[in-house]
């Protein structure tokens, strides 16, 4: 039989084994530490207390302890034996799979030394997913959109310059395509002239995930910088749709800035009600889209759309920053926000 708790608020996974382990056991902490995973992202340590060293019932006992490791290496970085077990090495074999974890032994009845210890190791590293679109045409103009520098360039630098490990992901993955005006002279910042001379970010930016292979339990939170591309894309893509709603539903923040709120267009709460219904949010104003004459061009007004959702738009004078803040969902309502939207996300995780 295996016990098994998350020790708060340290998060550290405790496993009290007693008797032979069987498959059935590690298919339901799998169930458990997967749950945990997918709303915190990361596992402090796993402490293993057991006097004695149980064993398991059968190979495929032993075969799904193995699988359970490998499979769950990437979140572990401490593993505490606390056991009084003439075989407790055995435990170095086992704990190959897990690659880099650190592993001590305690003695049985040290468990305050071993959560302590487990403790300290706590990882603080935010890891956050940022989507882009993959949508080039502006329309029928002719002319070419995507996402908008600033957009992307502000918030990563927020985000990185913090310490957070930074995931770039888009519908089709690879390179998305930059709209061409946010990067001409006009539009340029120190952000955007800071991530066009960096070789990492722009590697990054070269190779983004494709959104279908991401999972929402590898990070803390979501971001959507603007541009128009999201309107024709992001806003219909049902990836990106499922993406935004499992990461409400696992208590995660998500902002997205400009025209990135259209991305929420379809998304809809667990009572199957518009997510943005009764919340206080922004985005590019009507105002803001005829100043850039493209007010008949796109396939909707982010402010317009907001409304008719049921949700409660607010908005500043044109170009200003806003940032709204209602629960879990950050949303700004133009380029100049993009920084300040990112260090509300940051500050939330």
Same mark, same amino acid.
């Given at each position: 039989m295996l016990?098994?708790?998350?020790?708060?608020?340290? #998060?550290?996974l405790r496993m009290t084994p007693s008797g032979a382990l069987s498959a059935e056991d590690f298919s339901g902490l799998t169930r458990f530490a997967d749950d945990y995973l997918a709303k915190h992202g990361s596992i402090a340590g796993i402490l293993i207390d057991a006097q004695s060293f149980p064993g398991w019932d059968s190979f495929a006992g032993f075969a799904s302890h193995v %699988? /359970?490791? %490998?499979?769950?290496?990437r979140h572990i970085q401490r593993v505490a034996l606390v056991t009084d077990s003439s075989i407790v090495h055995v435990a170095e074999t086992l704990a190959k799979p897990f690659v880099a974890a650190d592993i001590r032994y305690f003695a049985f009845g040290?468990?305050? &030394?071993?959560?302590?210890?487990l403790s300290r190791a706590r990882r603080t590293e935010a890891r956050i997913l940022?989507?882009? !679109?993959?949508h080039?045409?502006? &329309?029928? !103009?002719g002319r070419r959109t995507g996402f908008w520098l600033e957009e992307l360039a502000a918030p990563y630098y927020v985000f990185t310059d913090a310490g957070a490990k930074v995931t770039l992901a888009s519908p089709k993955g690879g390179h998305p395509p930059l709209d061409p005006a946010s990067d001409d002279a006009a539009s340029a910042s120190d952000a955007t002239r800071r991530f066009k001379a960096d070789r990492a970010a722009q590697t990054a930016l070269a190779n983004t995930l494709p959104l279908r292979e991401v999972s929402l339990g590898d990070f803390n939170a979501? /971001?959507?910088? &603007?541009?128009? #591309?999201p309107l024709w894309d992001l806003a219909e893509d049902a990836d990106s749709i499922t993406l935004i709603e499992a990461t409400f539903a696992a208590g995660k923040p998500l902002a997205a800035v400009c025209h990135a709120p259209g991305v929420l267009r379809h998304v809809k709460s667990a009572a199957g009600q518009p997510i943005v %219904? &009764?919340?206080a949010v922004t985005g590019f104003s009507?105002?803001?889209?005829r100043a850039v004459g493209l007010s008949d061009v796109v396939p909707f007004l982010v402010e317009e759309m907001l409304m008719a959702e049921g949700g409660v738009y607010s908005k500043a004078d044109d170009w200003q920053a806003h940032v709204v803040t209602d629960g879990l969902l950050i949303t700004g309502q133009n380029p100049a926000s993009s920084g300040p939207a990112a260090q509300a996300l940051l500050d939330m995780i």
């Open positions: 016990e098994y708790t998350i020790i708060e608020p340290q #998060g550290i %699988r /359970f490791v %490998r499979d769950h290496q040290q468990y305050d &030394g071993a959560v302590q210890w940022i989507v882009l !679109t993959s080039d045409q502006l &329309g029928k !103009t979501v /971001f959507y910088p &603007g541009g128009h #591309g %219904r &009764g919340r009507n105002a803001e889209e």
